[in-house]
């Protein structure tokens, strides 16, 4: 954090995590940012979810188990109707665990689900990132690898940048995720000497419906979906801001749109091998990270789930 | 330069290269770096060409004149053959015309045409570049643009890039350049806060003919080409260096391989969208510029035009 | 600024500063924010003051015109005393010009003034300060000084440096300002890169009366002006935020301290040389600009000269 | 290392520096870099020592051992004569240990020694640094800290400083270090954004003597010492270049001036509290660390310790 503790924060009492009984009663839901290992994680997050005590997990353990939804509240709100098969499947009463996806991805599945929203499928998509220090967690690279240089490599990542949209963009059917089968992504992640913001330079193609680029940037101008309509409190009031200028985004200039919620896209222009190419900007430790974490919870408690 | 001028170096005279007469004699050809606007450095350079002295250029001014070579030694040597044509054309004698291309397309370009000379055609290229802020010349971006941020988009180049590989791998036919029609390349161009070297991430496809992961490292790591056999001063021993590790090549340590004239290649892996994904990096200013043009005089002086 | 444009800013109007007439019956007072040449600058801000518009100036023109007060209202508020003998002198009505000093003395000045209003007279300073990038305007340094590097060298600011002081510190002496004559300061300038926040490693000498370290720290923490007293809307709370860790201030970490506002110190120790060491930080374009300025008007409005 | 290793030094056999047997016989002197506890150093060293086989050692673990001398060969190596001693009191016949000075000094020590030895007494020094990320060792700080930031803190380094130049600069007296009793030096380290090369801004005192700027830079111009007599191969020609523009030294421009082995300096000028200032600046990992080391080598070889 670049400033100083609140005072009210300071004087909170930290309790193990591992201390399931301690939270008993006190707790309505809890956030988790365990970093166990990932076996250990899920349990953990289980036994809070058996004892009532719902989880909106910032943990990367759970995105693979069949029954967590992977949530991006303005992309698949509709995967909370998991939560009751979930419940069912281990006895659970109020309890569940809910994710939020890998950071990387944020900066262009949105625009690429606002485009698929009205009509117009993405089949293809490759992306490169330019991904942000903070996304590394603390200490992170050494400053002697982040100066006068750029890493092109990130481990992990682009497996999974290329399988949780897949899921996230996925149906349930008969209780079960159905993955997105007909998008195929291929991603190159690179982290570059940058505090926070992930960049990403996109080329898509449509499936058929081809939409002309000024459709494509209304289409995420005017893009809105559920956060937005329950106004909750952490939404952005636009998920998508497109900048016309030709040097856009930036991640120290465009990471703190609208609270750093909002993904901020530009250059939208002709691909000479796909349909489109565009840059996608989100900010990775907020909309990427706890304030993605924030939204699942106040979508949860909208929706009744908390 | 980083280190102090070199006193014989220091001592030389500099005269107005506008002066052309003053070079009359005294130079066998010259090495040319305008930054006047184009018409008047293509002016500039054809009057030296008429003047008897040949003019090779690290200027873009020429690079689209119908009847001058754009040369990579190892590519495209076979273009020389245009210079007799460019002398007659405007009734020259001695003096020619050759040009080197833009800096940012040597790291992908050099491992493609290696593919494409074992027989494994590339038909679509699309390839994002993480460019050095010595290719935007001095000063260059803002120290405050460069310090916890990138810029997605550097003015002109990714037409550039997209273009001049035509001309490059393109025939000469009955006296005239045929641009290359089998292949389309997309660029996306970022600056980031790295001082030398252009890094690319790059995927293609191939036309029918797709080599295994082992062939396609193997065919890089075999490739010499005319520079090699003549063993001109300046020319790489090994062209392209595949790199094994998962996390190479990184502009600050492999930039400056073989005297800064090698590209370095790496993370050859399968793309999910077109065949093959890896990524590529070469010294923007000594392959890219100056060490390019070294080496243009260099084949010139072997194949006997100077 | 890193942010977009508030709509409602966006929408003002752009007039030209020379049109002064434009500005009668408008304005209450200007911010001058002047770039002419120096006394293209005194001019202009003087025909203001001339048509009963007060002055309130950023620029460094006025700094060491006679009756001209350069204003840390934490520091010299009493030199406001100035302003009905500067209106006297020209024949003004209303109008007047103050001006705030230079960027980089704010990280020192005002924990020193703090010592020696609680009685320990400081003699000597030796300041070494490390720059931020934004005190040298846009586009300031170019990148490639900047990356991999630090500039010993800002061109003029040390004679500001070492001379300012002694006018802020100054007295008022027959309605002329004497300066401060007992202290010396030797300042080393160098620009890192940094985008906001100047940090200085300062050596000081006591006259005759030294503190413990004790003492200073809590004269630091507990020092207040008359900004404080008056409750000015940007007054920090707490001028001068002392910081206990061994590694702080940090300019990315405590730049924005109190709105910007507030200075902030740490590592006081003994010297070897003199008698105290300590690093001092201060955002340069808040406390050392726009916000300087800012809280110059507030104080102004509130001692009844707006 | 910026650059492959070459492929002769890829096949030495790397043996483990405990197994000291290994090396009887082999090693006609072995470099230490050891980075175990200081007393565990200290012990192998000396078991180097024991058997026969000198130790020029980089590691601080024996700094501050009675009969080791801290070498600076430019500025005491009349501190040899203190092996003959060092011998006697272990009771070794070959074996013996010489050890370098901590690295941010260098860019400082050398410059005063100079005024020293040409009458020029030195009594009070304050030297700020601007130290480089390498001197803390891979993987040293967090790249999250030095993007858009300075530390203004390098644990044990200011003690270091300002203790280690009494040894160096002392004599022998009857068998034993006269520590220089008659400079106090006082410093403040910063840790920037620089891969290599340590910077120190310096304000310095002297006893009567004063030189005028022009004695002081025709000083540092001639200034030669043993290495040079000797021409050792690493020593620089010049130890000391002055440099006359108002912007130099910089890390990145002069750090390897004369293979990284001479000290830079500049902005030489008044003082207004001590007597002159100036900027300092040597390589730290070559002059201050493994070049030093080398240098040292190279003189006991040269006197015939090796």
Redesign the interface.
């Known amino acids: 954090m670049?400033?100083?503790i609140p005072p009210d924060v300071g004087q909170l009492t930290v309790e193990d995590a591992k201390a399931v009984n301690k939270a008993l009663g006190k707790c309505d839901f809890v956030f988790s940012a365990l970093e166990l290992d990932k076996q250990a994680t899920r349990d953990l997050e289980n036994k809070y979810a058996e004892n009532d005590i719902p989880v909106v997990s910032n943990s990367s353990a759970h995105r693979w188990t069949e029954d967590v939804p992977v949530l991006i509240p303005e992309i698949n709100c509709s995967h909370l109707e998991m939560i009751p098969t979930q419940k069912q499947n281990h006895g659970w009463k109020k309890g569940f665990v809910v994710v939020k996806p890998n950071c990387s991805i944020q900066s262009y599945l949105l625009p690429i689900h606002a485009l698929e929203k009205e009509g117009y499928r993405v089949s293809?998509?490759?992306a490169?990132t330019?991904q942000a220090?903070?996304g590394a967690g603390?200490?992170?690279?050494?400053?002697?690898?982040?100066?006068?240089?750029?890493?092109?490599?990130i481990?992990g990542e682009e497996e999974k940048s290329?399988k949780e949209p897949l899921k996230i963009l996925g149906r349930i059917e008969r209780g079960k995720f159905e993955y997105y089968s007909s998008m195929?992504?291929?991603a190159?992640c690179?982290r570059?000497?940058?505090?926070d913001g992930h960049?990403a330079?996109v080329?898509i193609?449509f499936k058929d419906n081809k939409p002309s680029q000024e459709q494509a940037i209304r289409t995420w101008r005017q893009f809105t979906s559920l956060p937005q309509e329950l106004k909750l409190p952490l939404a952005p009031t636009q998920p998508i801001i497109y900048r016309d200028e030709?040097?856009?985004?930036?991640?120290?200039?465009d990471r703190?749109?609208d609270k750093g919620m909002a993904v901020t896209v530009?250059?939208l222009r002709e691909?000479?091998?796909?349909d489109f190419?565009f840059?996608g900007l989100s900010h990775n430790t907020i909309r990427g990270a706890a304030g993605g974490g924030i939204l699942n919870a106040e979508l949860l408690k909208a929706k009744g789930f908390l």
């Open positions: 670049q400033s100083r293809r998509v490759i490169t330019l220090l903070s603390y200490p992170g690279p050494s400053s002697f690898d982040m100066v006068d240089n750029v890493l092109p490599y481990g290329e195929k992504i291929s190159h690179n570059v000497p940058v505090l960049t330079c080329s193609e030709e040097d856009r985004p930036q991640p120290r200039i703190d749109n530009g250059r691909c000479n091998v796909l190419r840059v």
